[in-house]
């Protein structure tokens, strides 16, 4: 145990996972499908949409690295001594559990838990925290949570630059064409969050519209993306039902601004840069996407500062 760390407050930074090398696409799938492994088919088709973004290397992993490490940064620098942060992935190694277990094992007793996702859903961000709040309850550890950090001020000035940005590159590669529409979008999740009154969609829809707001984009829309392949209906439509649409209506040029997303990884890389670019291009659209936040100075100081506040609350409610 080191003295050090036993007096700090720990940070258990979670995401989602991915695979670490493509040996490993085969257990990350059956883990996400409950221990029930991908068929042969399903198998070659994700290894090849990892091929296709990665050629077999992946950087994948280095980005939550490099987010941990950055938020670590941060937080020494508003806060010295004062966090310790761990990695938690909900389907790989080191696991949600790992990281509690790597925190209770160097002496903290308190900790904050952050999700690399701004937006709250039951079944994404709230089953992270079920599951560290779980495992901080059977070591002895104190959790407090930040449950979403949509509206952070910090945040929306880090998007709202990048759709500005990506504006300014689609006026210039189409010579400023004005049918641009911008294309706010994040993961579907199954239609039944609805019933159970969930606040991911508004919440998505809450900081699409601050961002076009203070970009000054008066024609956009939300859509979905990267739903899952299971017998339940999902939010829609889906990107690449709207583009078609779009392209009836006159629209020429599209930007695309992931906003639930806050790295490249799969759903990015491949769903946006590859299958949605695909699509665009047989439709005669332009189509180009804001650069994802990583580990923007910003996007780090709104994930300490979050951090910092959910410390700061906690034993108040």
Avoid at 129 to 142: F, H, S
Avoid at 290 to 307: C, F, G, H, K, Q
Wanted: proline content about 5%.
């Amino acid at each position: 145990m080191s003295e050090h760390k036993a007096k700090q407050i720990g940070v258990l930074v979670m995401s989602y996972g991915t695979p670490e090398s493509m040996d490993d696409v085969e257990t990350y799938y059956t883990h996400i499908r409950r221990g029930n492994a991908p068929t042969p088919e399903l198998l070659a088709e994700l290894k090849g949409r990892y091929e296709a973004i990665v050629g077999g290397v992946f950087p994948l992993r280095e980005n939550t690295n490099g987010q941990v490490a950055g938020l670590q940064d941060k937080l020494e620098q508003l806060a010295p001594g004062k966090f310790a942060c761990y990695q938690g992935l909900k389907h790989a190694k080191p696991y949600i559990e790992d990281g509690v277990e790597q925190m209770a094992k160097d002496g903290i007793t308190q900790a904050v838990g952050i999700v690399l996702a701004p937006h709250f859903s039951t079944m994404s961000v709230g089953s992270y925290m079920k599951r560290a709040d779980e495992k901080g309850k059977e070591l002895g550890i104190a959790m407090a949570f930040v449950k979403q950090y949509h509206m952070h001020p910090k945040l929306l000035q880090a998007l709202t630059d990048r759709v500005t940005d990506g504006l300014g590159r689609l006026a210039a590669a189409t010579d400023g064409e004005e049918n641009v529409k911008v294309l706010f979008s994040a993961h579907s999740l199954p239609v039944k969050i609805r019933e159970l009154g969930d606040p991911y969609e508004q919440q998505l829809l809450e900081t699409s519209a601050a961002v076009a707001k203070a970009a000054n984009v008066k024609d956009w829309q939300f859509t979905w993306q990267s739903a899952g392949r299971t017998r339940d209906p999902w939010l829609g439509p889906d990107i690449l039902e709207t583009l078609p649409v779009l392209a009836e209506e006159g629209v020429k040029a599209v930007l695309v601004a992931p906003v639930g997303f806050v790295s490249d990884h799969l759903e990015v890389l491949y769903d946006l840069d590859i299958e949605a670019q695909a699509a665009a291009k047989e439709l005669d659209m332009t189509l180009d996407r804001i650069a994802m936040l990583n580990r923007d100075p910003l996007y780090m100081e709104t994930l300490a500062e979050s951090v910092i506040e959910a410390l700061a609350s906690q034993g108040k409610e």
